[in-house]
């Protein structure tokens, strides 16, 4: 089993609709959670940054941390079509180990 | 403000031959580099951790005498491709943390670069 469980879609919905995008992990050490936003051919760019369970919002962006359930999740409302793109879940143990550990990613499409 | 750039963007290359990539952080200090590589329609994959001023240490299966890195200074750290071959071929990305402020663990991804080795 992996550690970070990610869906790889593809996520295909109209402009306007609610997305969500979802990730599982199996290690209880991982204390900070990021979202990261893939355009094709580009590098990632960090969506939203959460370290303790709750929702933290960012415009149209809501992140969601349940840690008891090891749950996190990414929404984003009235999507455009700009954020067609792969959205990629990571996730880090707290202490001195830096590295991520990625999900798959997610494809999503958003159709005008 | 934690902008990484990327250079070159694209490369071909000829089977054989050595590329270097750089990667810098343009506005703080990168006490920590990671380069990644990416195959199409896959996750990254972690290649090698570089703290400045010392050796990088290699993910498994990476070999460190054909991926050469060098972080010589908080806002540069390079990657040498030596001997390259098409299976090298490759979205190499890098990314620059700093440990001072708040969000400590966060990675600040350069644009990346594309290698095509013919």
């Known amino acids: 089993q992996k550690e970070v469980e990610q869906d790889p879609g593809p996520l295909s919905v109209p402009e306007g609709a609610i997305v969500s995008l979802n990730c599982t992990y199996s290690?209880?050490?991982?204390?900070?959670f990021m979202w990261y936003r893939q355009y094709s051919r580009k590098g990632p760019e960090l969506l939203m940054y959460?370290?303790s369970s709750g929702n933290k919002e960012d415009g149209r962006f809501t992140a969601q941390v349940d840690k008891s359930s090891k749950y996190i999740s990414l929404f984003i409302r009235d999507s455009q079509p700009s954020d067609s793109a792969t959205y990629l879940c990571?996730?880090?143990?707290?202490?001195?180990?830096?590295?991520?550990?990625w999900g798959l990613g997610t494809s999503l499409a958003v159709n005008p | 403000g934690a902008v990484v750039s990327q250079h070159p963007s694209w490369v071909i290359c000829k089977s054989g031959t050595s590329v270097k990539i750089e990667c810098r952080s343009l506005?703080?200090?990168?006490?920590?580099m990671f380069w990644y590589r990416q195959f199409p329609k896959q996750s990254l994959m972690l290649m090698a951790t570089?703290?400045?001023?010392?050796?990088?240490?290699?993910e498994q299966g990476v070999e460190k005498d054909k991926f050469l890195i060098n972080h010589a200074s908080l806002t540069l750290s390079t990657l040498t491709v030596t001997s390259a071959h098409p299976e090298d071929s490759s979205f190499y990305i890098c990314?620059?943390?700093?440990?001072?402020?708040?969000?400590?663990?966060?990675?600040?991804f350069g644009p990346g670069t594309r290698l095509l080795v013919l």
């Open positions: 990314s620059a943390q700093t440990h001072l402020g708040v969000r400590q663990e966060t990675q600040y």
């Open positions: 959460t370290y």
């Open positions: 506005d703080f200090q990168a006490t920590t």
């Open positions: 570089s703290n400045e001023g010392s050796k990088a240490t290699y």
């Open positions: 290690n209880s050490a991982f204390q900070y």
């Open positions: 990571a996730m880090i143990e707290a202490g001195n180990n830096r590295k991520l550990i």
